[in-house]
């Protein structure tokens, strides 16, 4: 079982700057892709911005330019900068880690952090 912790939500006026981390722990062997995605109310989750093992980074094209996204292997942890904030940007966040554990693959999600941005 693997488990992820975020942290670094909160509530920022626009154009401001938050920082998002998560960390994970557990039954890992080895880690594929870490990522972050976000929901607003009434909208399906999507995609914010996705690291893999191999260096390849992606990005919403809403956010490229303003979110930056990065890892520390030895932590198991990625954090989400995130600069130059919209109000278009409030959200529940979610971590998401996918891997190989000893005995099994896995897709784990984080519990989610609100990010509020207001105008």
């Known amino acids: 079982q693997v488990q992820l912790v975020e942290s670094g939500g909160g509530l920022v006026q626009a154009g401001g700057s938050l920082r998002l981390s998560c960390a994970a722990s557990?039954?890992?062997?080895?880690?594929?892709?870490m990522g972050w995605y976000r929901q607003a109310p009434g909208k399906q989750r999507e995609l914010v911005a996705r690291t893999t093992s191999i260096g390849s980074i992606n990005y919403a094209d809403s956010v490229k330019g303003r979110f930056t996204i990065s890892r520390d292997n030895a932590k198991n942890t990625v954090y989400l900068q995130m600069n130059s904030l919209k109000p278009e940007d409030t959200a529940v966040y979610y971590c998401?880690?996918?891997?190989?554990?000893?005995?099994?693959?896995?897709?784990?999600w984080g519990q989610g952090t609100q990010v509020t941005v207001s105008s």
């Open positions: 998401n880690v996918v891997g190989r554990g000893i005995t099994n693959d896995f897709a784990s």
């Open positions: 557990g039954n890992i062997f080895s880690i594929n892709a």
